[in-house]
């Protein structure tokens, strides 16, 4: 019988082809090491109260205008990172900037402020909203009826429909989720507008900060903290998850 020289032939191929499988796979694997050396793995820290994050720079707080403007340096770098709009960072920013000035005795994080803006709102860009450069959210994010349904608290209509559009029973408002009740009683005027408007970003982050620091007293003790996240949501699984974000932008990771 004649010679077959086209299987040694495939066996050689074969093997070559084994060869430069594993040679490729090698490389692969010796880049992806050294990526994994060049960016290391963040840990997320445990603990209550979450980390403060970059410190803020110091400005003047009364400046008039939108005075959170003067923190866009601040925010420029975090905002691609962290997956937060520089104009809601500045707004976090802006309000924990106000309390330390004003009840330093609170140390409130702006962290914290952007961990609830995560839950609560995706920074204000739920359901297509999105976040103007004067802090206005467009369009407006309302929360479900509150209207007892299952896991859902009952509270009737406290504002006509005036504020949240519903006559019947209230709903939650803005980026930061404010019931018409407390936002009649806490609201306030953040970007110098002359308007108290839970649909802006500044007015509802420095509205929450003043919330926070009177409920929870100082924030920076874990006793402070919990007080303060379970006035603002009565919810042990919504304290676990706003403090897991915070303490993810504290670090420098994206949530």
């Not at 009952?154 to 559009?165: L, Q, S």
């Not at 949501?233 to 915070?246: I, K």
Request: glycine content about 10%.
């Amino acid at each position: 019988m004649p010679p077959r020289p086209r299987r040694r032939v495939r066996n050689l191929l074969v093997l070559m082809s084994s060869v430069f499988v594993g040679v490729v796979v090698l490389s692969l694997a010796s880049r992806l090491d050294e990526f994994s050396r060049r960016s290391p793995h963040i840990e997320i820290p445990d603990g209550i109260p979450p980390g403060p994050g970059a410190p803020l720079p110091p400005i003047d707080v009364n400046a008039p205008g939108r005075t959170a403007n003067l923190l866009h340096d601040w925010s420029a770098p975090l905002s691609e990172n962290l997956a937060i709009s520089p104009t809601a960072l500045e707004a976090y920013g802006y309000a924990a900037a106000v309390m330390a000035a004003t009840k330093p005795d609170c140390g409130l994080g702006w962290t914290t402020l952007a961990g609830i803006g995560s839950v609560e709102s995706k920074h204000g860009t739920y359901r297509g909203a999105s976040v103007g450069s004067d802090g206005q959210v467009d369009p407006p994010i309302r929360g479900i009826p509150l209207d007892g349904s299952p896991g859902v608290a009952e509270i009737p209509d406290t504002d006509d429909g005036a504020m949240d559009g519903d006559a019947t029973h209230d709903r939650a408002m803005g980026p930061l989720q404010f019931i018409p009740e407390t936002w009649t009683r806490w609201g306030v005027d953040a970007n110098g507008d002359g308007i108290v408007d839970p649909d802006n970003i500044d007015d509802a982050a420095l509205t929450a900060a003043r919330y926070l620091c009177a409920r929870g007293g100082d924030l920076t003790t874990a006793d402070g903290w919990t007080a303060a996240l379970m006035a603002y949501n009565p919810s042990g699984e919504y304290l676990l998850d706003v403090r897991e974000r915070a303490a993810s932008y504290s670090v420098g990771v994206r949530r």
